[in-house]
């Protein structure tokens, strides 16, 4: 899924976005932290709520992420 389809990764990168980070997040293999999809929102104009959600952890899940019990 493609994100902001009018922004381009130079205006990512012209924010301090590294080139390969601002082709993941355009081509949507990648979500922003809500500190920095908050500047883009402030700077771009790309509201918060294009960006995907991370996935949700149960409430109970106290397991570092990517570790299997």
Do not use: C, F
């Not at 355009?26 to 104009?45: F, I």
């Amino acid at each position: 899924m493609k994100v902001a389809q009018n922004i381009k990764a130079a205006d990512l990168q012209r924010l301090g976005v590294s080139k390969p980070y601002s082709h993941q997040l355009l081509a949507g293999g990648k979500t922003p932290s809500l500190a920095l999809a908050q500047k883009l929102e402030r700077e771009l104009g790309i509201s918060t709520s294009v960006w995907p959600l991370p996935p949700k952890r149960p409430a109970n899940d106290t397991q570092p992420q990517g570790e299997v019990a």
